[in-house]
């Protein structure tokens, strides 16, 4: 006799993070039964704390604008671009782009941000399991079942936000490494840094060492900063070994534009050391299951694309179920649309992040002062608007054929270094 009720929930989403809560709020909220099982309990430390422009649209989609507002996360306008010496940089400002509708965003402590997105979830009705780990995940022709440590759930269809941890990319083998974007981070939380006056104290600080690696400085809360060093693999493997702490701040102290800020840094928390977090899939979807923001791809945190990103897909995965579920079909055509444009946005990004190292990028994107045009459209799109209007599509090709040219002609001046000991990874070409 066949089971009458195949499946315990419409919806499994594994991991609550903000692409599985974006996902199963979107699912909750179009009337369907969702289950969604974190293995950690809330609230729990995270990195990914800058956000861009276009997470804005997610929170007011997620019904979570009102409290964002409210909850007193630092305003981020956008970014402050510095060279190792403080000499050359200038602003990205997010409101110069007439493409970005809601340019002020937020730096988020995740503790707290990840913490809200989660409450969300149960408000609107999705059954939250925090503390529970998904060991493993299988197909059936009509369901697929999640073993709980031996305990089964069966559900419709999955969507996968587990993140780096990849439950389906390591079962399906659908991940892929992105081998010139091999980088480590370095970082911990300060006390005691000077933030920039004005409209500008909550943006992101970027500050580019003298090779190939990079600092970024995020204030979290209005005490503490996330700082945090990039390196290419071989830079970091150069380094002298030690604990972490001691070489994020030999990393400070070489860098005298972030050394000259943290004069009277106190170190708050562990400084932490992770790699290999740049990566793609191979699919972002097939029978009965998609995949939501890390889970399906990351790249590199350069420019702040993760979380605005993981809610953005998560909310896409919720609409492509959603149009599954109505049509009474999970299979893989069912999300082609869905595939592509994870696929797409992840080109867009990709390109600027590769760009970003190798020396004729820098020279540009450093530079005091771009042709204004060019610049609004690259902002465009580190705003988060990956698929702006043709216009500024053609600006952003021009800016990058300036960076090729550079390669070969000074069309400005050489801010960044070019001898092999810089790092730059070979064959990054813009
Ligand atoms: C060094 C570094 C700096 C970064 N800086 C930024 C930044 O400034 N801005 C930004 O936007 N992004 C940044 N990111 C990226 C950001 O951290 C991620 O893109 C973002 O957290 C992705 O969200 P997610 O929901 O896809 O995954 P996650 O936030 O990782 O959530 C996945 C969840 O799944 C759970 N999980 C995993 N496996 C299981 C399982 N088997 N069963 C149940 N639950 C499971 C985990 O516990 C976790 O809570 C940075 C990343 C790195 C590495």
Known sequence: MSDPTPFDFDFAVAGGGPAGCAAAIGLATRGHRVVLVERDRFPRFHIGESLIATANQCFEALGLDQRMRGAGFPEKWGAQLATHDGRAGRPVDFSTSPEIARPQTWQVCREKFDQMLLERAREVGVEVREGERIEGVDFAVDRVELDL?????????????????????KKLDLRRDEPRLANVAIYGHYSGVPQPAGRAAGDIRIVARRDAGWFWLIPIDERLTSVGAVLPKPLYLRLERGEPERMLAALIEDTPAVAELMRGATLEWPVRVERDFSYSATRYAGDRWVLAGDAGSFLDPVFSTGVSIALESGLEAARALDRAARAGDFSARRFERFDRAQRRRFEVFRRFVLAFY?????????????????????????????????????????????????????????????????GFPEGTAA
């Open 149 to 169: 440590g031996g305990r089964t759930l069966r559900a419709r269809a999955l969507v996968d936000a587990t993140g780096r941890s990849g439950l389906l990319a």
């Open 358 to 422: 190798t020396p004729e990028f820098r020279d540009l994107f450093f530079q005091p002062g771009p042709p204004p045009a060019l610049f609004r459209a690259v902002v465009t799109v580190l705003a988060g608007n990956w698929r702006p209007r043709l216009r500024t599509r053609l600006l952003i090709h021009a800016f990058f054929l300036c960076v090729r040219l550079q390669r070969r002609v000074r069309l400005v001046d050489r801010i960044a270094r070019r001898d092999p000991a810089a």
